[in-house]
C-alpha cells in the first residue's frame, strides 16, 4: 500500500502523487493529514519552512471541497504574492484529476477586476494575500461568508509583516462554525493572540520542537568591523565555487546596492525586494531557479515567495530586526531532506544577538573565521584542478593540436601543469595576498581559531553524495571519534576540508594511508593551513540588467571573445569594462578578485 494511501487519501490525489513522484509523506503531512480528513476541526500546526505544509492543508482540503458546487468554500491567507501563486501553482499539481475544482490566486500588482471576474465564475478555494483580500471584501467583489474551511499559512511571517488587523477584519467575515487550520514556523504571542480569538479547542501538532530550527541546517557566525562586512561577504562566496545561496538584507536600499556591488565585482546575483515590478520579480526568480542567479539578495519580505529546495547556504549579511524572523531565514536551505549552511556576518555590537537566536532555534553557532588569502587560494586551486581533470574533451579541438604541440614543445608534464594553473591562479593569489586579515577577535573566535587543531583535506565531496553532515558522520564512523571531535567540515564539489584536535593527527592519517573504499583510494592530508571559513560561490557571466546571469563559468573562461590577441572588449580583474589591454583609463585600484572559474 502507498504510504500516502494509508493517510487516507481518496484515488484522484494518490494520481497526481505518483504523477509528482513523491513516495513518503513528510513529518507533518503524516500528522496533519489523518486528522484533519477525519474531523471538522480547527489545528495549530508548528512546522518550519520546507517541510512540506502546503500539502499538509492543501490535500485535506481539496478531498473536503464539493466539487459540484461553485460556492467559495475554502480560503487560504498567505504572507505574499509569491508565496500566493506559489500556493495556488501547487493546489492545481494537486487537484490535477479533479477537474471541476477551481482555484483563485488573489494579490497586489495585478487587475483587481479580472480576479473579481474568476472568483464569480466559481473558484471553490481562493488563496490570498491580506490585503488585497481585504480590499476586495471591502468592494463587494468576494463573499467568504460561508466558507469551510480556513488556513493560515506563515501565520508568524503575516503578523511580523503588519497584517494582524487586516487578518482579524477577514476572519471576522467568516463564520464560527468554519475549521481554521493555523500553520507556522514559531509561536509568538500574536499567533497565540489569533488563535485565541478565531479558533476553538484547536488540535496542536508540532514537527521538532516549538521555534526551533532545522536540524538539517548548520549555523556559522564570522565576527567583522562593520566597514568589513561586504569584503567578508565576497571572501565567503570566494572560499567555495558551488554556493547557490540567498543572501539576506534589511531593506531594500541595502538589498539592491549590495547586488549591484556584486554584479558589477563579477558574481552572479541579482536582487528582490519589494520595490521590483512584478515583470522584474519574476525574471529574477526564473533566473535564480535556473542558476543563472547564484547569489540572490532578498530582503525577509520578498523572499517568502522563494520555494527552492537546492540553496545550499543563507548568508546574513545583516540579521533581522526580530530575532524570531531568523528561523526563516534559515529555512530556505536545509530542505526536502537535504543539508544546508546558514552563515551570520556580525559585529562585536550584535554578539549578544546570537545567544537569543540559539536559545530560538535550540542549536548552538559555530564561531568561524573568515577565510584567509592562503585557503582560499588553496580552495580554488583544487578546484581548478578537479574542473580540469572532469572537463569532456571537446573533439573540435583536434583540429587545432599540432599547433598546440608545437607551441609548447619542450615541456613536460609537470611543467606544463604548473604553467596552466599559473595563468589564472597568480592573478587571483596576488590580489589576495595583498588583503587584511578580517576577523574581529573575542573570547569565542579566539577559541575557534584553529589552535592545537589539525585541518585535513579529503579527496571526496558533494559529487559523491557527501554534505557537512553525511561525511562528519562518515569520518566518525571511520575513525571511532565523538561527533566533536570532527568539526569544521566544508564540503566542495570534488573535495572537502575537516578538522580534529592535534592530538587525533597521526591516528587519522594512519588510518587513512591505504584506505579503500569500493575500489577507490580515500585520501586525506593534512591541509596548507589551519583555517575553516565558510564556503563559497561561482561568478561570472556577462553582466546583464537587473540580474546577473549566465552560466556557470570555469576557470579561465573570457567574458567576450577576441578575434586578436587584445582587442574588443574584456572585462578587467575587478568586473569592469575596458577597451583592448589599455588601463590609462583605470587606476590600479581593485574592488575585488576577478578570476574566470
Known amino acids: 500500500m502507498n504510504k ?19 513516495e513518503t509523506p513528510s513529518e507533518v503531512q503524516e500528522k496533519a493529514i489523518p486528522v484533519l480528513l477525519a474531523q471538522d476541526t480547527d489545528m495549530v500546526a508548528l512546522a518550519q519552512t520546507g517541510t512540506g505544509k502546503t500539502a499538509a492543508f ?31 501553482q501547487e493546489l492545481k499539481q494537486y487537484s490535477k484529476y479533479e477537474h471541476q475544482l477551481r482555484v483563485a490566486a488573489i494579490y497586489g500588482g495585478a487587475s483587481i477586476t479580472a480576479q473579481a471576474s474568476e472568483i464569480k465564475r466559481g ?7 491580506p490585503g488585497r483580500m481585504k480590499d476586495m471584501i471591502s468592494r463587494g467583489m468576494v463573499d467568504i461568508t460561508n466558507i469551510d474551511y480556513c488556513v493560515l499559512d506563515e501565520a ?53 520542537t516549538k521555534n526551533s530550527g532545522s536540524q538539517n541546517v548548520q549555523h556559522e557566525y564570522y565576527l567583522v568591523s562593520g566597514r568589513d562586512r561586504y569584503s567578508a561577504l565576497k571572501r565567503l562566496a570566494d572560499a567555495n565555487p558551488d554556493i547557490f545561496s540567498v543572501v539576506f538584507c534589511r531593506t531594500k536600499r541595502d538589498t ?39 547569489m540572490l539578495v532578498a530582503t525577509d519580505v520578498a523572499a517568502r515567495g522563494i520555494d527552492v529546495d537546492d540553496v545550499t547556504h543563507v548568508i546574513n549579511y545583516q540579521l533581522p530586526d526580530e530575532i524570531e524572523t531568523y528561523t526563516h531565514r534559515s529555512g530556505r536551505t536545509g530542505r526536502a531532506g537535504k543539508s544546508g549552511i546558514s552563515m551570520v556576518i556580525i559585529t562585536k555590537s550584535e554578539l549578544r544577538k546570537i545567544k537569543g537566536i540559539e536559545r530560538i532555534i535550540q542549536q548552538e553557532f559555530d564561531a ?18 578537479s574542473k580540469i581533470k572532469d572537463t569532456e574533451v571537446n573533439a573540435e579541438v583536434e583540429g587545432y593540436l599540432p599547433a598546440v604541440m608545437d607551441v609548447l614543445e619542450g615541456l613536460d608534464r609537470e611543467d606544463l601543469i604548473k604553467r596552466m594553473v599559473s595563468v589564472e591562479f597568480s592573478r587571483f593569489a596576488n590580489y589576495y595576498n595583498k588583503t587584511q586579515d578580517l576577523n574581529q577577535p573575542s573570547a569565542s573566535s579566539e577559541a575557534s581559531s584553529g589552535e592545537g587543531s589539525t585541518r585535513y583535506f579529503i579527496n571526496v565531496g558533494s559529487k559523491d553524495g557527501y554534505d557537512w553532515k553525511t ?16 568539526y569544521r567540515v566544508d564540503v566542495k564539489e570534488s573535495f572537502s576540508f575537516f578538522n580534529s584536535d592535534a592530538a587525533h593527527t597521526e591516528a587519522i592519517l594512519q588510518l587513512f594511508s591505504e584506505f579503500k573504499m569500493d575500489g577507490r583510494f580515500i585520501n586525506v592530508e593534512i591541509s596548507s593551513n589551519a583555517g575553516g571559513g565558510g564556503r563559497g560561490g561561482s561568478r561570472g557571466g556577462n553582466r546583464g540588467g537587473g540580474f546577473k546571469g549566465g552560466r556557470k563559468r570555469s576557470f579561465g573562461d573570457s567574458d567576450k571573445r577576441s578575434k586578436g590577441a587584445f582587442s574588443g572588449k574584456r572585462r578587467s580583474f575587478d568586473g569592469k569594462k575596458s577597451k583592448g589591454h589599455s588601463t590609462s583609463a583605470k587606476k590600479s585600484h581593485r574592488k575585488g578578485p576577478k578570476p574566470k572559474w
Not at 561525511?471 to 570532527?486: A, H, S, V, Y
Request: with cysteine; net charge negative; proline share 3%.
Open 256 to 294: 539592491q546596492k549590495i547586488a549591484e556591488k556584486l554584479i558589477e565585482d563579477g558574481y552572479n546575483a541579482g536582487a528582490l525586494h519589494g520595490d521590483l515590478s512584478q515583470n522584474q520579480r519574476d525574471m529574477v526568480m526564473k533566473a535564480f531557479r535556473t542558476n543563472q542567479i547564484q
Open 471 to 486: 561525511l562528519k558522520d562518515f569520518l566518525r564512523e571511520q575513525t571511532g571519534l565523538d561527533r566533536d571531535d570532527i
Open 4 to 22: 500516502f494511501e494509508q493517510l487516507g487519501l481518496n484515488e484522484a490525489l494518490l494520481n497526481a502523487v505518483a504523477d509528482m513522484g513523491f
Open 156 to 208: 508568524d511571517e503575516m503578523l511580523n509583516m503588519g497584517f494582524y488587523e487586516d487578518i482579524t477584519d477577514i476572519l471576522s467575515n467568516t463564520p464560527k462554525e468554519k475549521s481554521t487550520w493555523l500553520f507556522s514556523a514559531t509561536m509568538p504571542k500574536e499567533v497565540s493572540r489569533i488563535a485565541k480569538k478565531f479558533m476553538a479547542d484547536p488540535v496542536e501538532i508540532t514537527v521538532g
Open 58 to 88: 492543501g490535500f485535506p482540503m481539496i478531498q473536503k471541497i464539493d466539487v459540484h458546487s461553485k460556492r467559495t468554500q475554502g480560503l487560504i491567507l498567505s504572507p505574499t504574492r509569491e508565496l500566493c501563486l506559489q500556493i495556488t
Open 123 to 129: 473558484a471553490q478555494i481562493i488563496v490570498a494575500t
Open 368 to 385: 568561524k573565521k573568515i577565510p584567509n588569502a592562503e585557503e582560499i587560494c588553496e580552495i580554488q586551486l583544487y578546484h581548478l584542478a
